[in-house]
C-alpha cells in the first residue's frame, strides 16, 4: 500500500530551527512536494524535490533521499507566523498526489 | 475572480438532502481535483479531471460525483448526503500532468451533515 508518515505535532522555539521529516512509500514516484496550511485556511505550496539532495529557499529547506524514501523540511529563524500545518505529499506514478497527515508546528516566543 | 474560488464557503446539510459544490478557477488551468481533509487523516482524493471532458475516481469517489463540461468548472455533487460526508472539501488545480506541476488550492468549503 501507499503511506506517508510525519510527525503529529511539533513545538519550536521563536528563531530557532527545526527539522519536519517525512518517510513514504509508494507506487512509484515523481516528486516530493511540501506544502503550508495555516488553520482555517488552504494548503499552499512551499518546495519540490525530484532530485536528491537540498533546495533552498530562503529560511525554508528541503531535503530529498529517494533510495531511504526520506525527505525532510528545514525551517530556520523561526518566527511567529511559522505557526501552520507542513503537509508532505509524494507524485505516484499516476500524477497523483498521495499525502501525509500533516505536522502541526507550534512556534513558542 | 483570482485564482480559484469555491461556494459556498460553508454549509449545513441535513441528511438525505444534494447538495452540490462549486468550483471555478481561471487561471487555464487542465487539471483539476477534489480532495476531503478529516482530522488526523491527509487530504484524500475524491475525484479529478485531467482535462475538460474527462474525469476520474480518486480514493474516496462513494458518494459523489464529478463533471467537468468546461476548463474552468469542476462541480462536486452528493446525491444523498450522509453524516460521513462532514468534513472539509478542497478543490484544486494544476497546468495538466507533469511532474514538477503544483497544485493550487480553493479556500475550501465547510459541510456538517446532521
Known amino acids: 500500500g501507499q503511506n506517508i508518515d510525519q510527525p503529529t505535532e511539533m513545538t519550536a522555539t521563536e528563531g530557532a530551527i527545526v527539522q519536519i521529516n517525512c518517510t513514504y512509500q509508494?507506487?512509484?514516484?515523481?516528486?516530493l512536494f511540501w506544502y503550508q496550511q495555516h488553520a482555517g485556511e488552504a494548503p499552499t505550496f512551499l518546495s519540490y524535490n525530484v532530485l536528491d539532495g537540498l533546495e533552498e529557499k530562503g529560511r525554508f529547506s528541503s531535503f530529498l533521499s529517494r533510495s531511504k524514501g526520506y525527505s525532510y523540511l528545514l525551517l530556520k529563524e523561526l518566527q511567529m507566523k511559522d505557526s501552520a500545518s507542513y503537509l508532505c505529499?509524494?507524485?505516484?506514478?499516476?500524477?497523483?498526489?498521495?499525502w501525509g497527515a500533516g505536522t502541526k508546528l507550534i512556534i513558542k516566543p | 475572480i483570482a485564482g480559484i474560488t469555491q461556494a459556498p464557503t460553508s454549509q449545513i446539510l441535513a441528511a438525505g438532502r444534494r447538495m452540490t459544490l462549486r468550483c471555478t478557477q481561471d487561471m487555464r488551468h487542465n487539471a483539476m481535483y477534489w480532495y476531503r481533509q478529516d482530522l488526523g487523516l491527509g487530504l484524500r482524493l475524491i475525484h479529478y479531471?485531467?482535462?475538460?471532458?474527462?474525469?476520474g475516481k480518486g480514493e474516496v469517489p462513494d458518494g459523489y460525483s464529478v463533471s467537468r463540461a468546461n476548463t474552468d468548472d469542476f462541480p462536486l455533487t452528493l446525491a444523498s448526503a450522509v453524516p460521513s460526508q462532514t468534513s472539509v472539501y478542497f478543490c484544486a488545480s494544476s497546468p495538466g500532468l507533469a511532474e514538477n506541476n503544483e497544485q493550487f488550492f480553493g479556500p475550501g468549503t465547510r459541510l456538517t451533515v446532521l
Open positions: 505529499a509524494v507524485m505516484d506514478s499516476n500524477y497523483q498526489l498521495i
Open positions: 509508494t507506487s512509484g514516484f515523481n516528486g
Open positions: 479531471s485531467n482535462t475538460a471532458g474527462t474525469t
